[in-house]
């Protein structure tokens, strides 16, 4: 069983920065942060395959958010940049063995574990 356990959520004003960290018990293949927003259905941002770096965005967050990770930490991040009001959401950190591609990791089946969550509120 791996646990992951993320932080470093709150409120900031538009255009402003965060860093979100989620910690885990063990390491997996790929590790990922997906975001839900009120009303609406659970979305992927960022992943990292935990043994090359390789990462990918969404769309959405490309060239403002930056997934990272330090191995000794047993640690994942989620650098932030140039928030906006539409990137307020409950913030997800999930983690699978699984094989992922660059056009499935976006799929939640795919991610066995899950984090707790943390909020992230950007007002305008």
């Known amino acids: 069983q791996v646990q992951l356990v993320e932080s470093g959520g709150g409120s900031v004003q538009a255009g402003g920065s965060l860093r979100l960290s989620c910690v885990y018990s063990?390491?997996?293949?790929?590790m990922a942060w997906f975001r839900q927003a009120p009303g609406k259905e659970r979305e992927g941002s960022a992943t990292?395959?935990?043994?090359?770096?390789?990462?990918a965005y969404a769309d959405s967050v490309k060239g403002r958010f930056t997934i990272s990770q330090d191995k000794a930490k047993n640690t994942v991040y989620l650098r932030m940049n140039s928030l906006q009001p539409e990137d307020t959401a409950t913030y997800y950190c999930?983690?699978?063995?699984?094989?992922?591609?660059?056009?499935?990791?976006?799929?939640?089946?795919?991610?066995?574990?899950w984090g707790q969550g943390t909020q992230v509120t950007v007002s305008s």
């Open positions: 063990a390491s997996t293949n790929y």
């Open positions: 999930a983690a699978t063995f699984s094989a992922i591609s660059s056009r499935n990791w976006k799929s939640e089946g795919l991610y066995k574990y």
């Open positions: 990292i395959y935990t043994g090359s770096g390789y990462t």
